[in-house]
């Protein structure tokens, strides 16, 4: 008897040719994340410099200059740069409002914030603890602490940098930064599979700010926050999650700053401080049990693959082997790597 079967597996040309897409799209967002990270050591030399002519150019000025700057060199040249190597103009034309959507049931969208903020935030107490718990164990200060330790912000000292933060944390960082992770990265990494899109970009995500200690709890919440992103369809969502929480944190550096403003022993300041504080611990307690609670329904929801041919642990390790990648890695550890990079292709193509 005839047997009319059809086989539906892939060639291996046809497979041979995803993994070779999938290596140029690793290798692209390596070369992006490149691009970011001296963009941003720019951003600082140039910040340096404005500082010695703060006296000529006032301190308003100096201030307005330094944000400009950052906002083109931190996030607008990296967007367009990551625009123009995947060809999103092509890609999101005419589709931008799609991809800020409202979701039907907003409401439900943003419920996920408590869990969304006790997984970011319970990762980062996991990690004070356990730098405090290197620092007790180990007998003083150790190199793993210092890594682990959160860097120190300081608060604003004027109403006018007050502004400026506010624009910059609630405003200017979830919108770029949710276009660029969520938005570009995120749709050129899931035809390789949506598990692996969100990995990805949280990863980058939490690598973009910059310190170990807080590469843990952003890579954290860019993984809510990509899960999300896959499950409403739209940036709607995670650009308001994202604002919310950056929001938190800004009320945290303001109190601060009008301590400092005004007088530290300001009994009514130090008592909303402290309310503030017990709130956000209360918050973060109740967002972890959320978390854990909603476990099971996550369980349930499944996240699809699109390319099966490859493990997800391959695919992690086919990234992070890709030679801009390793660069990548490099420049977002190492300072002085990145000035030595920066030098050297002056140096060469100045």
């Known amino acids: 008897m005839e047997n009319n079967d059809v086989d539906f597996t892939e060639p291996p040309q046809q497979k041979n040719q995803k993994l070779r897409s999938y290596r140029i799209v690793c290798a692209k967002l390596g070369l992006i994340m490149c691009v970011y990270f001296i963009c941003r050591l720019i951003s600082i030399w140039a910040a340096d410099l404005l500082n010695n002519a703060s006296e000529i150019l006032g301190s308003s000025m100096y201030r307005l200059l330094s944000t400009l700057i950052i906002i083109i060199l931190v996030y607008i040249i990296p967007i367009l740069f990551a625009a123009t190597v995947f060809n999103s103009y092509e890609t999101y034309k005419g589709n931008f409002r799609i991809l800020y959507k409202k979701p039907r049931r907003l409401a439900r969208a943003l419920g996920t914030f ?3 903020f006790g997984l970011g935030h319970g990762v980062a107490l996991l990690t004070l603890l356990i730098s405090y718990l290197l620092s007790r164990f180990l007998g003083g200060e150790t190199f793993i602490e210092d890594l682990l330790r959160p860097p120190i912000i300081e608060p604003p000292d004027t109403m006018l940098s007050i502004l400026i933060m506010v624009f910059l944390l609630v405003i200017i960082a979830p919108v770029f930064e949710e276009f660029l992770t969520r938005g570009i990265m995120f749709d050129v990494l899931k035809p390789y599979g949506t598990g692996m899109a969100i990995i990805i970009s949280s990863i980058l995500f939490g690598l ?3 310190s170990l200690n807080m590469l843990f709890y952003t890579t954290a919440y860019g993984f809510a926050l990509g899960y999300i992103r896959y499950a409403t369809g739209s940036l709607f969502t995670t650009t308001i999650l994202h604002a919310i929480i950056n929001g938190i944190g800004a009320v945290a550096l303001l ?3 009008f301590l400092q403003m ?6 009514i300041l ?3 401080n402290a309310i503030y504080l017990v709130a956000f611990l209360i918050l973060i307690i109740v967002g972890v049990a959320v978390f854990f609670s909603k476990i099971p329904s996550m ?3 499944k996240i699809e693959n699109a390319w099966t041919d490859m493990s997800a642990g391959k695919k992690v390790a086919c990234f992070f082997t890709s030679v801009p990648v ?3 890695m490099i420049l977002a550890f190492n300072e002085i790597a990145g000035y030595w990079l920066m030098n050297l292709f002056l140096r060469n193509f100045a």
Do not use: V
Not at 262 to 267: G, H, I, S, V
């Open 208 to 210: 973009m700010h910059g």
């Open 255 to 257: 109190l601060s700053a």
């Open 270 to 272: 130090n008592t909303i």
């Open 326 to 328: 390793i660069i990548m």
């Open 114 to 116: 408590p869990a969304t």
């Open 299 to 301: 369980r349930k929801y």
């Open 262 to 267: 005004t007088n530290e022993e300001n009994m």
